[in-house]
């Protein structure tokens, strides 16, 4: 009822009879979120084209969210009017409203949700007393990576402290490149213990 009273409108349908798209309000919509109909079938994509390109017919100017499922059908949705492609991630709905927030965040979100390109590890070195900001700037300077999170002496994971936060830490989370090669632990921990 919360959303409803903020005028959002869960339309389930085939978006594909002549009419529905009209029916469902889509040419006075201010979003329009197009959910692949099989998150398992590659034929899906098809499907999705074909209601982006009816949406386009509308002249809708809804800021458009569509779900691909082969990566390479993402210039595609765009060129049919899309202003942001997403994977099908049904583990993670936020992945949703992030795209329809803030563009662009979703690319970065679906990136760390798989190993390929840039990826996040776990770096085990052993930190006292040290300003979160010098933790991240040394490491970027270094090229080691862009630091996220620690972990903290209790185990507890903290992430994106304050930069003037003061940690001691028994790791780092820290995001990386596929191709990056790291310095050892060790080394690392010289480097921010200096």
């Given amino acids: 009822m919360n959303l409803r009273s903020q005028g959002v409108v869960h339309h389930t349908g085939d978006a594909l009879e002549d009419g529905m798209l009209e029916s469902a309000g889509a040419h006075t919509a201010k979003y ?5 109909r099989d998150n398992q079938d590659g034929h899906s994509d098809s499907l999705t084209f074909d209601i982006l390109h009816r949406i386009k017919a509308l002249n809708s100017s809804a800021f458009i969210m569509a779900e691909a499922i082969n990566d390479k059908n993402r210039p595609r949705f765009k060129d049919a009017g899309a202003n942001a492609v997403i994977r099908p991630v049904r583990a993670y709905p936020e992945m949703l409203v992030r795209s329809l927030i803030a563009p662009g965040t979703e690319q970065v979100l679906e990136d760390l949700f798989r190993h390929q390109g840039d990826h996040t590890i776990r770096l085990n070195v052993g930190l006292h007393n040290i300003a979160w900001a010098e933790v991240v700037t040394t490491l970027i300077q270094k090229d080691i990576g862009t630091a ?4 903290h002496k209790n185990g507890s994971i903290v992430t994106h402290p304050q930069s003037t936060a003061m940690i001691d830490a028994e790791g780092l989370i820290v995001l990386i490149n596929d ?13 921010l213990n200096a």
């Fill in 32 to 36: 329009i979120i197009v959910l692949c």
């Fill in 148 to 151: 996220l999170g620690y972990v």
């Fill in 179 to 191: 191709d990056q090669v790291l310095p050892s632990n060790e080394e690392i921990g010289r480097l």
